[in-house]
């Protein structure tokens, strides 16, 4: 709107405004797909912690209720298994880190 405020008080020409509408919306898509991958992370994030808390919960009931197992044995056995779950979960998540530090630095730097 500034844009065409200034075109229309003819502080500026039509390729100036032309130019600056086209950088404007260049920006607004980079940081479009800024926040979509922002939001990816923390969905992903979210969803690491929910599988680690259903391991925990759900495998150490089963184990207990069903097998008759010791919680002494059947707790660390599932955080193992938690751990290993939430690291599967984890690894994308890291690359997706490292994706948005460059598109980041794309922004920044234009």
């Known amino acids: 709107m500034a844009i065409e405020q200034k075109f229309t008080l003819a502080e500026i020409t039509l ?4 130019r600056l509408q086209e950088e404007l ?10 926040e979509s991958a922002a ?12 599988i680690t808390a259903l391991i925990l919960v759900l495998g150490s009931a089963l184990a207990l ?4 197992a010791s919680p002494a044995v059947t707790f660390p056995e599932n955080l193992k298994l938690a751990i290993a779950a939430n690291v599967i979960c984890v690894t994308p998540m ?3 880190i490292v994706a948005t530090m460059n598109l980041m ?3 920044v730097s234009e």
């Open 94 to 96: 890291l690359i997706l």
């Open 25 to 34: 919306q260049l920006a607004t898509n980079r940081l479009g797909r800024l």
């Open 105 to 107: 630095r794309q922004v």
């Open 65 to 68: 209720f069903s097998q008759g």
């Open 39 to 50: 939001r990816f992370m923390v969905l992903e994030a979210r969803i690491g912690i929910a």
């Open 15 to 18: 390729p100036e405004a032309d």
